[in-house]
Each structure stands twice: as structure tokens, then as C-alpha cells.
């Protein structure tokens, strides 16, 4: 298909609303995801604005002027209020029966946003769709949400008369490496690969905060703007950012914030006991929720016996604003640019391995192995006596065909260079690895740099490179 030339990316999410666009039924399509992730961006832009009808819900406000909102959308509504959502459907319906139109396509924007306490909001949608709706197979019925909980538990979850009526799903995520350098084109925004990839790791792939970058400024002088200045930036979003997406959102901070205070996955069990919450179906629905809105990865050790899952927090902009920003008291507006180099640089370390982690798609097909079934897991060794080190591997991909993936991930501003230590602690965690695990396979250890392994003496004994340039692939 042709894709519309004002929007980054998404030609998945295109291809979807354009086959919805040409099946002969009825289209329920529901778009999720993220606050400022481009839900009505992508939209609008993809119907270009021509919409038989179109609404948008309003975060706070009560029942009585949602009400009169929708129905002043009806270009037949004649004044006469209605008194409850099922009126306001019923005034819809006889609305779009006057049309005669090839297709009728209908946008209900931030959906959640409707369903005030006792409205019987979802329930009066549900009526409309399936005694009425359903049955016109010129009509695409599209609708938005923010509120993850409430777009998957009350809607894609709904247990009553909407349960499987969505007929398509976009679950909207955050640009890749790729698709942020295409948008910052368009910005008119030149930074190379690594300066990219800095401000991917700070503000990730969030298009709205991407919008915020100014080119005539450097990177850095763009960070202290948006976090470290007087003005609002995105100082202000972190709270705005749970509030809108999630009803209790004081549980989802608290499980983020304790999080981001390890540089590591934790399993529930030490999500409660460092919590001391109630190991409960609510701390399900947040982890759950927290994963669908790619906040957390969820993942899980190597090893029959190591099934547990783990959480570890690695949305980059909640990663950078918990590390930096909250509580920043500062008055010089410079904290980022003026920052030790060391401190940076440990930062960035650590950041990378999240970005590899979102980049698994592209690592996979640089290693030539798209193809074969795998599964991406960490691994870790206790030692039993104080002779023995402790090993830590934070990705490995065990792959159907027998062989796993040692990934090790280094940033650098520079080639990797491989010293007779590093190979020996590699190595270290090969074998290890082998014995324990009894892993009678081969392993390949592979390294994942901004720009490669320099060329000495040990760097032959790696058996696959990834490299920055790799990462910035389309999917």
C-alpha cells in the first residue's frame, strides 16, 4: 500500500486500519497504548481528518457534559438533551442512518474518558454495537485510549456483551532507534547515530517528547531545557504521565520507583517483601498493565528450575527521570552538560543494555537467526563458598537449535577494546555457565558495542559482533 508520507513509521499499524478500511464487514478497531505515544496522531492523519463522526473524551470532567459534548457532535442534534448514554447512542445511530455513503467511519477519542462512575457508558457502547452496528458492513467504528487498564480490562476484557467484539487491535509502542531517526529528519534535527542513541536513552522513543527537541540546540543543551530548567518541560510529566494512564496510580509509582532503585529484574516475591504489599491479583493487573504499556520487560532465567519471571523497569524516559530529576533542587538550569564525564558515561552503560533489550528484533537478524525459534533470558550464579564468584548474564538466547547467545553490552564512544581481563571474565562466564547448567551445547560469545571490538589480540575470540549501526535497522 501507499503509505501516508506524514507519518513516521507505523506501517504495521497502517496496514492495519487500511485493511479494515477495505473488508467488507463491520470494523471495530481498538488503538492503545501510552500517553503522547501518537494514538490520535496516527488516526487522524491516516483518514486525513474525514470522519462521518468524531469525539474525544475529557480527562476529570463529570458525566452531564460529556454528554453534551458527544451529542453537539451529531450535526442533527436538534438541542434536546439526552438522558443518559443510551440516548446519546440512540441519537448517533439515527444520525448515521441518513448517510448514504459508501464507507462511514466513526473516532471516539480517549474512550476511558466517557465511562464516568454509574454512567453505563460501556455498556450503552456495547448496545449500539451489537444490535446495530455490526450489521452495516460499511462501517469502521475506530476508539483510543490512554488509560491501559481501562482499554484493556473493561474493553479487550470486557466479560459481558463487548467480550471479542473488537474485531482488529493497534497496541501503539514507543519508535524504535530507527523510526526516531526518521522523525528527528523531519524535525530538521542532524545529530549522528550516537548522539541518537543518547537521547533515545534519555527520553526514549515517545514522539511527543520528541517534538520538544529543538535543533537549534545540542543535545545536551535540549536535556537541561526539558528536565533541569525553570520552565515545565518534562519536569511535569512524570505525574501527569501514571494519573492518566492508570486509575490507582499511586500502586504503579511505588512499584516503579522500587524498581529503578536496582540495576537488575526482580521477582514478585521481592517486589513484596521490598514493598511489604499483599502478594494479591492487584499487584498482577500492575505488573501486567506495566508490561503492556512498555514500561517493564518481563523475562525469566535460563534453567528448568528458574522459571520465575522477573520485572525490571526500562522505559528509558522513567529510567532517566527517576535517576536524575526527581528532587533535583538545582537552580544553574545545566545539570546534564555540566555533569562529570564518569557519571554520564556510567549512566549510558547501563541505558544501552536497556536499548538492546528493546532492539532484540534487529540483534536477532544481525546474528542470523530471525529464523530459528529462540527465547531471550538472563542467568545468574550464587556462589556456595567463598572461594567461588558470582556470575551474572544479563542476555542470553537460547536458541532452538541448540546454541546460545552470550551477549555482553558495552557502550563506548570509541571501539571496545578487549583486554586480557574482560576476556578472562567472559570466559569465566562461559564456563561457568556450562558446568552449572550442564549445558553440553556451543556458546557463542557475542558483543554488542556503539562501534565494534578494536582490532588486538583477543578480539578474534569473539564469534559474533552486533554493532550500534545494527540496532538502527528497520524492522
Avoid at 456495547?126 to 462501517?139: G, H, I, K, M, V
Wanted: proline letters at 2%.
Amino acid at each position: 500500500m501507499k503509505y501516508n508520507k506524514n507519518i513516521i513509521g507505523r506501517k504495521k499499524e497502517q496496514d492495519i486500519l487500511q485493511a479494515s478500511l477495505d473488508s467488507k464487514k463491520a470494523e471495530f478497531i481498538a488503538v492503545y497504548g501510552r500517553r503522547r505515544i501518537g494514538k490520535t496522531f496516527l488516526v487522524k492523519q491516516f483518514f486525513k481528518d474525514n470522519f462521518d463522526f468524531y469525539v474525544s473524551g475529557i480527562y476529570g470532567v463529570d458525566r452531564k457534559t460529556l454528554l453534551d459534548r458527544f451529542m453537539k457532535r451529531i450535526p442533527t442534534f436538534s438541542g434536546k438533551k439526552p438522558k443518559n448514554w443510551f440516548d446519546a447512542f440512540d441519537a448517533l445511530k439515527d444520525y448515521l442512518q441518513t448517510l448514504k455513503k459508501q464507507k462511514i467511519v466513526i473516532f471516539i477519542d480517549e474512550l476511558p474518558w466517557f465511562d464516568t462512575p454509574k454512567s453505563n457508558f460501556i455498556r450503552a457502547l456495547e448496545e449500539f454495537w451489537n444490535t446495530w452496528a455490526s450489521d452495516r458492513e460499511n462501517l469502521k467504528l475506530i476508539v483510543c485510549g490512554s488509560a491501559t487498564t481501562w482499554m484493556t480490562n473493561k474493553l479487550l476484557g470486557d466479560k459481558g456483551g463487548l467480550h471479542n467484539r473488537v474485531t482488529r487491535r493497534i497496541r501503539l509502542k514507543p519508535f524504535t532507534l530507527y523510526e526516531t531517526r526518521l522523525y528527528l529528519k523531519s524535525q530538521d534535527i542532524g545529530w549522528d547515530d550516537l548522539e541518537i542513541l543518547q537521547c533515545h536513552m534519555a527520553i526514549g522513543g515517545v514522539p511527543f517528547y520528541l517534538s520538544m527537541l529543538s535543533p537549534e540546540m545540542s543535545l545536551a543543551q535540549n536535556i537541561d531545557s526539558l528536565f533541569f530548567s525553570e520552565d515545565e518541560g518534562l519536569r511535569s510529566e512524570y505525574e501527569f504521565l501514571f494519573r492518566s494512564l492508570f486509575k490507582n496510580a499511586k500502586g504503579y509509582t511505588r512499584v516503579i520507583e522500587y524498581l529503578a532503585t536496582k540495576m537488575k529484574g526482580m521477582t514478585r516475591k521481592e517486589i513484596v517483601r521490598g514493598l511489604r504489599i499483599t502478594d494479591n491479583g492487584k499487584l498482577t493487573e500492575i505488573l501486567e498493565n506495566l508490561c503492556k504499556c512498555d514500561f517493564l520487560r518481563k523475562y525469566s532465567s535460563f534453567g528448568k528450575n528458574n522459571r520465575e519471571l522477573l520485572y525490571q523497569l526500562t522505559d528509558p524516559y522513567t529510567l532517566f527521570y527517576l535517576r536524575f530529576v526527581k528532587g533535583y533542587n538545582g537552580k544553574n538550569g545545566q545539570a546534564w552538560s555540566g555533569m562529570k564525564d564518569q557519571k554520564r558515561s556510567n549512566w549510558y552503560g547501563y541505558a544501552f543494555e536497556q536499548v538492546c533489550f528493546q532492539h532484540i528484533n534487529q540483534i536477532r537478524f544481525k546474528l542470523g537467526i530471525s529464523g530459528i525459534a529462540s527465547d531471550v533470558c538472563s542467568w545468574q550464579y550464587i556462589p556456595k563458598t567463598q572461594d567461588e564468584k558470582g556470575v551474572q548474564i544479563d542476555m542470553l538466547i537460547n536458541r532452538a537449535d541448540g546454541e546460545i547467545n552470550l551477549c555482553e553490552m558495552k557502550y563506548s564512544s570509541d571501539e571496545f577494546e578487549m583486554t586480557a581481563e574482560e576476556m578472562k571474565r567472559l570466559n569465566n562466564r562461559a564456563s561457568t555457565f556450562k558446568r552449572v547448567c550442564k549445558f553440553k551445547g556451543t556458546i557463542r560469545l557475542t558483543m554488542i558495542t556503539t562501534f565494534g571490538v578494536k582490532k588486538g589480540k583477543y578480539s578474534n575470540k569473539i564469534q559474533s559482533n552486533v554493532v550500534l549501526e545494527d540496532l538502527f535497522k528497520a524492522e
